[in-house]
Nanobody, 122 residues
């Protein structure tokens, strides 16, 4: 399993930008992808985006396509999430997670960070 730690959350106005970072450590052998999940108030945890271990493939849920960009730096063992044109509905706790298989379900992710709060004001 990996150890994951998120940073970079905060308060931003609608239309603004924010960058999240996830530092990971531990055994990366077998890891298929690293992802960002989010959980809004009263909502279920949902996948926002993931990037494969080599960085060659990405996935974005429809609500963030064209606004969010995931990237990874294997030399620094970090995964970043650049969020632009943010909306109030982007508000929530953002979690970094890893999986050993192609999946959009949180149940298939076996390592999680503690999360970082993102609040978008209208």
């Amino acid at each position: 399993q990996l150890q994951l730690e998120e940073s970079g959350g905060g308060l931003v106005q609608a239309g603004g930008s924010l960058t999240l970072s996830c530092a990971f450590s531990g055994q990366t052998l077998g890891v298929y992808a690293l992802a960002w999940f989010r959980q809004g108030p009263g909502k279920e945890r949902e996948l926002a985006t993931f990037i494969t271990r080599g960085g060659g493939s990405t996935y974005y849920t429809d609500s963030v396509k064209g606004r969010f960009t995931i990237s990874r730096d294997n030399a620094k063992n970090t995964v970043s999430l650049q969020m632009n044109r943010m909306k109030p509905e982007d508000t929530g706790i953002y979690y970094c997670a890893s999986t050993r298989t192609y999946s959009i379900s949180p149940t298939d992710y076996d390592s999680w960070g503690r999360g970082t709060q993102v609040t978008v004001s209208s």
